[in-house]
């Protein structure tokens, strides 16, 4: 049985904070999950996905966002307790849905995890969610720690069907990706049994039934607020003078600061954990026993906002601070030393940091940046383009994924990029703007996620364009989760069909389609170099398992390869390949066997034909 199955109430585990969601969610009695991977949120959607193997919960991978939002919504309005998980981007995809859905409203709780991502560890931005519950209207509310996320998510479901809203649980990168003690609490039996009561003058959204929607909408916000003020999750801690308002793991460190500088009975703090909306009548009293506040929120100043208002409509004159030069920053996350130093400094407590390390005689850490897997073929075709383009001027917008990571010198794959699917959009756009050869990079998953509406937009409009979509069986940036080209039954799951890339191509109309093997260099170049001559739209589908993935299965791979004394140091395998299997010891070129996949690749490229596989 799954260790988040387990019906042991009280029980205690040591727990990732995305593994403490899935088990809340279990315990609320979950029947319906959706997603599109996205990190920081996707161990929640894999633990999911394997308890839905073994119990009643139903689980899917979806297209993309807007589609999981979609299917979820459903399961609600038949009044399945039904939850969709996505990182904060991916909001972005699904705020068409949303937006409206907060006018429809649920029968059954909807719970929708927006996991942030300050600092950018696997982002293309850093925005906070906080203000799409503002936008659309819907609570969220904000865990502080690890079981308060397993906590939290009964509670987001509560609220939802007492709102019949749903519900957005915002987390941060620190609680998804921390680990902490979790109490168990009881499994509850997911009702799967649904039904549908047709409404359509309160579910089908033309003007008129809207308008009376939107009316609905903003009396169960002021309900909310309501809720807010009495949440368990929005609460007072201390009674000093000077205040300290805080959320998500922010509160956290602020305990923690004023536990070191041992100034309890100077603090009063108000933890926010229902954000939206904002608790006023809560806030209010906190501001009438404070000299002057301070506000400490990762992102954006989403809360010192939200103070400033309610303490100018109450005539309330101290002094409220946040974000500033000499305070807190927009950018990046928090940790607790900066968290100690500002609150010291602003409330003026005494305090001297601790003396940093000398570490002038510790040798400067070698640089590692995120490279593409030893073996991957994505390496493969960029070489290969590169080397059939050598002649030309091209721009090469790419896409979100694993691939992304060719941008990096020596192969410099990617000029453009600024979101899931832009790949095949930004190409024609680029096509027509500037006059050189378009070529544009996008991942399987990917293309079923966003990058069809670009592509056919590009046949209809003739845009002179090639796309090679690096086809490598899996959503492998995001940890190997399937997508709708993906072969289930090789996985040892049925119940699943298979859309095969090609045939939604050839169903586009695009004039030029090929399929090349990576790992043969010489035939991907002249499919590739016809490809690039083609006048309008062509299609190159680059077809290779993910080294990674066929390495974790344990399927067979080639032999490793080793560098033979033919080597002459042209390192055309380093200076144009950069595979990590490689390594340089004595001036001479190596191939790491443990690392090597036996892709052979370099070995095609190297011109002595000095690189042979290990006897």
Known sequence: MHKLLQ????????????EAIARGAVEAGLAFGATYPGTPSSEIS????????????YFEYSTNEKVALEVAAAAANCGLRSMCIMKHVGVNVAADALMTLAYVGVKGGLVIISADDPYMFSSQNEQDNRYYGKLSGLPILEPSTIDEARRIIGDAFTLSEELSVPVIVRTT????????????????????????????FNLVTVPAVSRNLHVKLLEKIRRAEALSCDSPYNFVEGDGPFGVIANGVSHTYVMDAIRDLEVQKHMRVLRIGFSHPMPAELIRNFLSGCEKILVVEEGEPYMEEAVKAIAQESGFVNPIRGKADDLFSRLFEFDPARVREKLAAYFGFPYDAPPMSDLSKVPELPQRPPNLCPGCSHRAVFYAVNTVTADMETIKPTDIGC??????????AGDFLICMGSSTGTAGGFSIAANKKVISYIGDSTFFHSGIPGLINAVFNNHDMTLVILDNSTTAMTGHQPHPGVDMGALGLEGYNRVSIESVVRGIGVGHVSLIKPYNVKKSMAALKAAIAYKGVSVVIAQ????????????ASGRPF?????????????????????YVENERIQIDAALCTGCSVCAQVCPEKAIIPLK
Request: charged share 20%; with cysteine.
């Open 46 to 57: 894999f633990n999911l996905f394997q308890m839905a193997r073994e119990s009643a919960l």
């Open 173 to 200: 990168t620190r609680i998804n990706h921390s680990t902490g003690e979790v109490e168990f609490g009881q499994v509850t039996p997911p009702n799967t049994a649904g039904g549908f009561v047709k409404d359509p």
């Open 562 to 582: 080793t560098v033979s004394d033919r080597c002459k140091g042209h390192r055309v395998c380093i200076n144009e390949l950069a595979c990590p299997a490689f």
């Open 403 to 412: 691939y992304t990571l060719g941008f990096l010198p020596p192969l410099s």
């Open 544 to 555: 290779q398992e993910c080294a990674l993935q066929i390495k974790g299965t344990k399927k």
């Open 7 to 18: 019906d042991k109430p009280g029980e205690k585990m040591f727990l990732l904070g995305n």
